[in-house]
C-alpha cells in the first residue's frame, strides 16, 4: 500500500510538472545584478589576538567620509562577513544626500565566542579600543554586530563612546 501511494504522488508530481511550464506566465526579473570588488586593508590597532580591517571596492573613490561604521562578527565568524554592508554603505555614499562611511571589520580569527562568556567580555574590549582608534579619525562610529558579535558590540558600547549599535540576530537576552 505505501508503495503504491509514493507511486501515485510521484506520477501527480510528474504530471504537474510537465503542465505548469505551459499555463505560467513570465515575470520579468527588475533586479540588478549586484556587483563586489572587496578589498580589506589591515589598519594599525596593536594586540596580540585580534585585528582590524577596513573594507573598500576595489576601483572605487567614494567621498571623504566623517563617519565609521564597525562591523563586529559572530561566533566563529569572518572580517570577510562584511562585504555586503560594506558593499551596500559604499553605493549609498552621496546618493541622495546619505553621508558617506568609511567601513570597518574586526577579526577575531574565528574564535567561539558562544561558548565563553570571557572570550565575548575579551572581544568586547578589543571593539571598545577599535572604536576609540576609529573615534580620533571620523565624528561618528556605529557598531553593527551580527549574532555574538552583537553582544561583544553591545557591552562594548558601555565603555566607549559609539553614536549607534544595530545588533543583528544577537542573543541579548540570555548567552546562548
Same mark, same amino acid.
Given at each position: 500500500? #505505501? ?22 506566465? #513570465?515575470v520579468?526579473n ?11 586593508? $589591515?589598519v594599525r590597532?596593536?594586540d ?9 571596492? $576595489? ?18 565568524g569572518?572580517?570577510? *562577513?562584511?562585504?555586503?554592508? +560594506? ?8 546618493r ?6 568609511d ?6 580569527? +574565528?574564535e ?8 565575548? #567580555?575579551? *572581544? ?17 562610529v ?6 555574538m +558579535? +552583537?553582544?561583544a ?24
Amino acid at each position: 500500500m #505505501t508503495v503504491a501511494r509514493i507511486a501515485a504522488a510521484s506520477a501527480a508530481l510528474a504530471a504537474l510538472a510537465l503542465l505548469v511550464p505551459y499555463g505560467a506566465e #513570465t515575470v520579468p526579473n527588475g533586479c540588478a545584478m549586484t556587483r563586489m570588488y572587496p578589498a580589506y586593508e $589591515r589598519v594599525r590597532l596593536e594586540d596580540p589576538r585580534y585585528r582590524v580591517y577596513e573594507y573598500l571596492e $576595489r576601483g572605487v573613490d567614494g567621498p571623504i567620509a566623517d563617519a565609521a561604521v564597525l562591523f563586529v562578527p559572530g561566533n566563529g565568524g569572518d572580517y570577510k *562577513q562584511v562585504r555586503s554592508l +560594506g558593499h551596500v554603505v559604499s553605493d549609498l555614499a552621496g546618493r541622495d544626500g546619505a553621508a558617506a562611511a568609511d567601513v570597518y571589520a574586526l577579526d577575531f580569527r +574565528g574564535e567561539l565566542s558562544a561558548f565563553d562568556g570571557r572570550v565575548a #567580555t575579551r *572581544q568586547a574590549a578589543f571593539a571598545a579600543r577599535a572604536v576609540a582608534a576609529l573615534r580620533e579619525s571620523h565624528g561618528a562610529v556605529v557598531l553593527v554586530g551580527h549574532s555574538m +558579535g +552583537g553582544v561583544a558590540a553591545v557591552l562594548a558600547s558601555r565603555s566607549a563612546a559609539v553614536d549607534a549599535v544595530v545588533a543583528l540576530a544577537a542573543p541579548l537576552a540570555a548567552h546562548p
